[in-house]
């Protein structure tokens, strides 16, 4: 079993709704991603925290809106969003700047449909 | 020219099989080399984690980066109907926060 855990597992939304997905990591992980990934393709980086600050925003856009409560907790709050926002969005995390450079711990995927 | 190429396949084998993945990089900064594994509605997995040159064993996955041709492979050795699922390598530099994916490699194994 993942130790980062998502919710909801799925979500299902209207252009014009708001709602969050949420990540919750309990290893002591100073490091956490969010990404999202399209059918076959890779995951792309979306945003990264690093010691609960913004460290790499991708050019996303603004209709996505992230947040890191604490050190253990990380939110994807959305927005307006467009049907080619559906995808699968993931979750990781990893040590930080004492971890091993590029090991990343995934969480099971939140699978957000936009209708 | 994309910075990691990787054959997306699919790969489909007979179990029991010795399976290679492949991937070429451009980027001579890379450092560190992983292999990620993903199940069909899984997230990602770390497989095998190799920092620079060399070979890394690890039961009967075989993880090779040769630095001087820009190329790592992961070798499956004795494939089980199991180990099918989606492959992607992944690589970064020194103190990188961003990972650079390859387009990873469907395999299959037929019992």
């Known amino acids: 079993d993942t130790e980062v855990t998502q919710t909801p597992k799925h979500l299902v939304m209207g252009m014009t709704n708001k709602k969050s997905l949420k990540c919750e990591q309990h290893?002591?992980?100073?490091?956490m991603y969010w990404y999202k990934q399209k059918a076959k393709k890779p995951p792309e980086l979306m945003f990264v925290?690093?010691?609960?600050?913004?460290?790499i925003n991708e050019s996303v856009p603004s209709r996505f809106s992230p947040e890191c409560p604490n050190s253990s907790l990380l939110n994807l709050h959305l927005h307006a969003l467009q049907p080619e926002d559906s995808a699968l969005y993931l979750c990781a995390s990893s040590q930080g700047l004492q971890g091993r450079t590029g090991e990343l711990f995934f969480g099971e995927g939140s699978r957000l449909t936009v209708l | 020219q994309k910075e990691v190429e990787q054959d997306p396949g699919p790969l489909s084998v007979p179990e029991g099989a010795i399976v290679s993945l492949n991937c070429t990089y451009s980027n001579s900064a890379f450092q560190y080399f992983m292999w990620y594994r993903q199940y069909s509605r899984k997230g990602p997995e770390l497989l095998m984690y190799t920092y620079s040159s060399g070979n890394k064993e690890d039961g009967r996955f075989t993880a090779q980066v040769d630095k001087s041709s820009k190329y790592i492979s992961l070798f499956i050795r004795d494939s089980q109907p199991s180990d099918s699922a989606t492959y992607l390598c992944?690589?970064?530099?020194?103190?990188?926060?961003?990972?650079?994916f390859g387009q990873g490699t469907r395999l299959t194994i037929n019992p």
């Open positions: 925290y690093s010691y609960e600050k913004l460290s």
């Open positions: 992944a690589m970064c530099g020194q103190g990188a926060q961003k990972l650079v």
């Open positions: 290893m002591g992980h100073r490091a």
